[in-house]
């Protein structure tokens, strides 16, 4: 089964950066589609950067909320996701979660629903 788990999380102040990793075992489709969500304190979880990569396509999509600060990326000899988080903010403060998901639909999605496939999270506290 697919597994994933998270790293990188810790605490910074305000304006710094840091880099998320999620490292998958067991998730061979040739198509792969991950996402990554945030739980705010108090906050439902929200789909934060996505993308989907194909033999032939794919893409990204990020939340408004982070656009242009954070960088969702891959190496796949590794099959590895990260996330650059950039120019921090004291509201990014919040668990990060990847996600993955099996399908054929060769498009990226903030969706939390069509994720199958979640890692344990990792915490960012972003202090002024």
């Known amino acids: 089964q697919v597994q994933l788990v998270e790293s990188g999380g810790g605490s910074v102040q305000a304006g710094g950066s840091l880099r998320l990793s999620c490292a998958a075992s067991g998730y061979t489709y040739s198509t792969k589609y991950i996402g990554w969500f945030r739980q705010q304190p108090g906050k439902e979880r929200e789909g934060i950067a996505a993308f989907y990569t194909g033999r032939r396509s794919g893409s990204t999509v990020y939340a408004a909320s982070v656009r242009g600060r954070f960088t969702i990326s891959q190496d796949n000899a590794e099959n590895t996701a990260y996330l650059q988080l950039n120019s921090l903010k004291p509201e990014d403060t919040a668990i990060y979660y990847c996600?993955?998901?099996?399908?054929?639909?060769?498009?990226?999605?903030?969706?939390?629903?069509?994720?199958?496939?979640w890692g344990q999270g990792t915490q960012v506290t972003v202090s002024s």
């Open positions: 996600a993955a998901r099996d399908g054929s639909t060769l498009t990226s999605s903030l969706t939390e629903g069509v994720y199958g496939y």
